[in-house]
């Protein structure tokens, strides 16, 4: 297994932007001691990176259309990475094609690099909870997790610590007082949807993989749960050096203070990218500030989605189509020192792991 030997005298850097649009702006640490196999895990961290990456469904005859246009990003340990943008937008496409799990529909062109190579995830070092919660109906919480658990984790463990480690999991998710309640479905009713959605994060967390994709791991939960819930995510993250992308709809501000960066798309293209905390800034420069007291997630989604675009008048206070507010944006992003850093991260993290 590769160390990444030679790393350890490389202390965590933070990299500060003196050129960045966003003033003195801290860009987000590179925490080289990532690489670093502790005794907390045998496995190697993962920094996915995806330097201009495109999705097209149709074909040749029909023509292609573009899903998503040219994204570029990355993930690194320890750190939970927010994928937002109104419905649509690309948000679970993104997702996909970063997990490596495009239908035949959907054609990926760009690299996806895991570590800075072009490889196949290994087996067991990834987790991906879906939209869709796909959950066994009959049994209990318990036993979903507890089979889980015993199914899924390593001949290394003995069978009390896997049992130890599925009570300790459906704690982290705040399930113990469902923990006899039968999981139920259509006609029989059980869980709560919020419920169902903590299972389905319980089962794919258990093995602490290194790589997580959430899809929306929040909906139906109400905001003290999202909250909760997140923050164990941000934990978990930290502590076992795990690197996570998840798509969010409508975080709550104490939820969005949560994420350490965030990927904001409209219309499959990136509208900002970067560290969560710049990303005010990044608006208020663009002529888009939030006012104070709202939710800075609210209002970049308002700012962004096309949805409802008839029912804003043009004529009233000269405000400008959402369109056009999306192409400033999207045009502004890609002309920053902001995008330019985020590259250079991405060259620095391939030269880092290589
Ligand atoms: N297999 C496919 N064939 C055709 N169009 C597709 C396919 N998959 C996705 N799309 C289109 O791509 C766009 C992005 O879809 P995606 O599901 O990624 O959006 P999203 O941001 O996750 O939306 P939501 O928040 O509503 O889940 C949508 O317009 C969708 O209709």
């Given amino acids: 297994m590769d160390t990444a030997s030679g790393l350890g005298s490389r202390k965590a850097e933070t990299l500060v932007d003196p050129e960045c649009d966003c003033h003195g702006a801290v860009l ?34 029909d023509g292609c259309v573009p899903i998503l246009q040219g994204l570029t990003g990355f993930a690194q340990p320890g750190e939970v990475l927010a994928i937002m943008g109104p419905s649509g937008c690309g948000k679970s496409t993104l997702l996909d094609a970063l997990a490596g799990r495009l239908d035949s529909k959907r054609r990926l062109s760009g690299q996806i690099l895991v570590n800075g190579r072009k490889e196949p995830l290994a087996y067991g070092t990834s987790a991906y909870v879906t939209q869709d919660d796909v959950l066994t109906s009959t049994l209990t919480v318990k036993e979903a997790v507890y089979f889980s658990a015993q199914l899924q984790l390593p001949d290394t463990m003995t069978p009390s610590e896997k049992k130890q480690r ?19 479905g259509w006609g029989n009713k059980g869980l ?24 929306e791991p929040t909906s139906g939960l109400d905001s003290a749960a999202s909250y909760y819930v997140m923050r164990r995510i941000v934990g978990l ?8 992308l998840a798509s969010v709809h409508q975080p709550s501000s104490e939820v969005f203070g949560l994420f350490h960066k965030l990927c904001l798309l409209s219309q499959g293209r990136t509208v900002y990218f970067g560290p969560s ?17 709202q939710n800075p997630s ?14 804003i008048d043009p004529g009233l206070g000269g405000k400008p189509r959402t369109q056009e507010v999306i192409k400033v944006l999207a045009e ?3 002309s920053s020192s902001c995008y330019r850093h985020i590259q250079q991260q991405i060259e620095d993290i391939h030269e880092m792991v290589s």
Wanted: aromatic share 8%; with cysteine.
């Fill in 192 to 215: 709560s949807n919020g419920q169902r959605r903590r299972v389905s994060i319980c089962m794919e967390i258990l093995t602490r993989p290194k790589l997580l994709f959430l899809d």
């Fill in 332 to 334: 502004s992003y890609k």
């Fill in 277 to 293: 905390s710049n990303a005010p800034e990044f608006f208020s420069l663009n002529g888009f500030r939030c006012p104070s007291l």
């Fill in 237 to 244: 993250a930290k502590q076992h050096d795990m690197t996570v």
């Fill in 166 to 184: 599925a009570e300790a999991t459906i704690k982290e998710m705040g399930l113990h007082d469902a923990a006899g309640t039968r999981i139920g």
């Fill in 28 to 61: 987000g640490p590179l925490v080289l001691d990532s690489m670093h196999v502790g005794p907390k895990s045998n496995r190697r961290a993962i920094w996915l990176t995806w330097p201009d990456v495109w999705v097209t469904v149709g074909d040749h005859e």
């Fill in 298 to 311: 609210d209002h970049y989604l308002r700012t962004i989605n096309t949805d409802f675009d008839e029912d």
